[in-house]
């Protein structure tokens, strides 16, 4: 069974800090690109790591987030520092494969966690 469970989410002043986790069942986490969006209230891409740990994020947490995978624990994290109040959103962990061409063959979502940021 496919899971991806989020957790780590909550409340927080701006400034602050969070982890979220997203522990991913084996099946997929393995050759999977990863990463993590947000919708606020449109989706937006924060961060992705690849299999072999290339990352992109996007514009507006680069210098604030890091993302990062835990092979040994099938888990990816989102480190998120200096948070702001527009950083509030309901975050998403995500798990793509892609073949050899590049074409999408399965995309994978958790349930979401929400990050609430106070000014």
């Known amino acids: 069974q496919v899971q991806l469970v989020e957790s780590g989410g909550g409340f927080v002043q701006a400034g602050g800090s969070l982890r979220l986790s997203c522990i991913i069942s084996g099946s997929i986490f393995s050759g999977n690109a990863l990463g993590w969006y947000r919708r606020a209230p449109e989706r937006e891409l924060v961060a992705s790591i690849t299999s072999a740990g290339f990352t992109n994020y996007g514009d507006s947490v680069k210098g604030r987030f890091t993302i990062s995978r835990d092979n040994a624990k099938n888990t990816v994290y989102l480190q998120m520092n200096d948070l702001k109040p527009e950083d509030t959103a309901v975050y998403y962990c995500?798990?793509?494969?892609?073949?050899?061409?590049?074409?999408?063959?399965?995309?994978?979502w958790g349930q979401g966690t929400q990050v609430t940021v106070s000014s």
């Open positions: 995500n798990a793509k494969k892609y073949n050899t061409l590049g074409v999408l063959l399965s995309d994978y």
